[in-house]
């Protein structure tokens, strides 16, 4: 960052150019600071049970700096409840100073769509609360400084903790009704994306597409609701039948690419996949998260020689993530192709491409259906 560098990607080192900010990670700097935000990641653990770790960690830093009449607001996505039940009273501990009283509070939930070049921070409504109608319209005052779209005052820290979990929540569930029915039409050799065309043509139908579902979002947020709710006693149904279709969907895509090379190719060992793709989403270099992973690790269970191939991911970053790199060279004789995000890069790729890197009775997996009508002379397949 401090050689003009956004590790996201998300930023060209042109916006880097004549700002002011300073980045840091000493104490001694940010105790020269009045207005603390807090945006740490906000993972679950290998048994989706939320991993605190990094926003208590965070709360320490805050602890060890906050002054009398200084403002800490949290934006990493959490239960309702966890900014006051779990963070502040680390802050309060190690400062010995009293929320609302000696500082103010608040949590306003972080609105980022990575790779969205349209809906930045600036041009996204800011939902913002505080500890007390004092530091509710403070927070606000801040916000509105680079919040073009303006701010949504919520009527407490939970309510905006909520707010922000149920977003996510509520597209995980309606990407896991997608998926399950693109296993129903599968079944019935039905083109899910031409179903859901033909329904998109009703005004008020929610155009949702299958896919599978990481990152550091959607896929994890509504473990923190469900654990949340299972803490006060109420095991939750429809969400966590969502998140297990979800979690499911990279096994599903893994078999039926495994079926289609029993049948070709008779000993598997022997088969070549490439898979296209690695980030959890198009056109982003984030790969927390990415379900690509479990793709691949359920086809190396079957001992494929898997070749991956991505324009954006890092291929030491999935290596220490993940245990797997990119492929220096592209091969030609694939049994199957997995294209798993629609980078735009794959966008224009015709029929003449894929000919020239596979067999003649290779599968072009295509989960999101991008090449729909566009593969002739290869076997086709999409979610």
């Not at 930045?120 to 530091?135: F, Q």
């Not at 922000?164 to 597209?171: A, D, G, L, P, Y």
């Not at 991956?308 to 060279?329: C, Q, T, W």
Request: hydrophobic share 40%; with cysteine.
């Amino acid at each position: 960052m401090k050689n003009g560098i956004d590790p996201s990607n998300e930023l060209e080192k042109e916006a880097f150019e004549n700002s002011d900010i300073v980045f840091t990670d000493s104490l001694d700097v940010l105790r020269e600071a009045k207005f603390f935000i807090v945006a740490v990641p906000t993972p679950v653990d290998e048994h989706n049970v939320p991993d605190l770790t990094p926003v208590k960690k965070a709360s320490e830093t805050i602890g060890k700096v906050i002054k009398k009449g200084d403002y800490v607001v949290f934006e990493s996505t959490v239960y309702p409840g966890c900014t006051e039940e779990d963070c502040l009273p680390i802050i309060e501990k190690l400062s010995g100073l009293k929320n609302i009283s000696d500082f103010k509070s608040g949590y306003s939930p972080e609105r980022i769509n990575p790779g969205d070049k349209t809906h930045t921070l600036a041009k996204i409504i800011k939902v913002v609360s505080g500890c007390d109608a004092e530091s509710l319209n403070e927070i606000a005052n801040v916000y509105k400084l680079v919040v073009e779209a303006g701010v949504h005052k919520a009527s407490s820290i939970k309510v905006a903790e909520a707010a922000k979990i149920i977003e996510n929540t509520q597209r995980d569930l309606n990407i896991a009704l997608m998926n399950e029915l693109s296993i129903i039409f599968d079944m019935m050799n039905i083109n899910t994306y031409e179903v859901l065309e033909a329904a998109g043509t009703k005004w008020n139908f929610l155009k949702f597409q299958p896919g599978l579902v990481g990152g550091h979002c959607i896929g994890v947020d509504p473990y923190y609701l469900t654990y949340k709710a299972q803490r006060l006693g109420y095991n939750s149904q429809v969400i966590l039948a969502g998140r297990n279709i979800n979690d499911d969907m990279a096994n599903r895509v893994a078999q039926k690419v495994v079926m289609h090379l029993i049948k070709t190719v008779g000993n598997v060992k022997t088969a070549k996949v490439l898979v296209k793709g690695a980030t959890f989403k198009e056109n982003v270099s984030d790969i927390r998260n990415s379900k690509v992973s479990d793709v691949i690790k359920a086809l190396k269970k079957y001992y494929l020689n898997v070749d991956v191939e991505d324009p954006y991911a890092d291929s030491d970053e999935l290596n220490h993530e993940y245990g797997f790199g990119l492929s220096e060279k592209i091969s030609n004789d694939y049994d199957a192709i997995i294209v798993t995000v629609p980078h735009k890069e794959y966008k224009d790729l015709d029929e003449k491409y894929f000919a020239s890197i596979t067999k003649e009775d290779a599968l072009i997996a295509d989960l999101k259906g991008i090449y729909r009508d566009k593969i002739k002379k290869r076997n086709y397949w999409s979610l």
